[in-house]
Structures are given as C-alpha cells and as structure tokens.
Nanobody, 121 residues
C-alpha cells in the first residue's frame, strides 16, 4: 500500500551536480523524519542526510557543505541536491521514511529500491 520510489540517479563527472527525488505514495497517514542513505560496493550502508517533518536537517561529515536535503510535504516527496560530486560519492542511494500508513496504528520504516549514482571521468 505504501512505497517509496527514487529517481534522478545517473553518471556524472567529478565536480558535477545531480538532484535525487523520492516520492512516497499510497495510503499515508503521516511522515515524520525522512532520509537518504547510500551503499557503495563492499561498504556498509551509511546515512547521508536526514530531515524532520519540521525541516531540521543533519548531514554526514563527508557530504556537509556539498549536499542539501529538502522535502515537499504537500507532495510527500524528498529531495537531495548533490553538488561538487566526488568519485567517492559513487553508490546506490536509498530513500527512507519513518511513516505511518493510514490503516496501521504505529509508525514503521520504509525503504525505496535505490537509485545508482556514479561519479567518474
């Protein structure tokens, strides 16, 4: 009933920019925090950035100053603007939401399927 779908990934040269989107759809009652995570080959999945329902943000040190997380609550959509991309940013990027479905009495964590970001010359 609820799904998160990422889009916007692709191949970009070092120093380039990319914007990822994550659209939440289905019978959604409310969404608290949302976030972006990433996983590079041979690495553990790591947190990139989070944003609360009120707009408070935090970032991993590795992306601070280069990435910006935002959300459009009316559209249930999450964004990640990525600037000054580096090869080490190459990973599959996943959207996460702390979300309550309409017919459930509690919040749960939902994950998207991921979108590939490759930074290479």
């Amino acid at each position: 009933q609820v799904q998160l779908v990422e889009s916007g990934g692709g191949l970009v040269q070092p120093g380039g920019s990319l914007r990822l989107s994550c659209a939440a759809s289905g019978s959604i009652f409310s969404i608290n925090a949302m976030g972006w995570y990433r996983q590079a080959p041979g690495k553990e999945r790591e947190l990139v950035a989070t944003i609360t329902s009120g707009g408070s943000t935090n970032y991993a040190d590795s992306v601070k100053g280069r990435f910006t997380i935002s959300r459009d609550n009316a559209k249930n959509t999450l964004y990640l603007q990525m600037n000054s991309l580096k090869p080490e940013d190459t990973a599959v990027y996943y959207c996460n939401a702390d979300l309550r479905a309409y017919f459930r009495g509690s919040y749960d964590l939902y994950w998207g399927q991921g979108t590939q970001v490759t930074v290479s010359s």
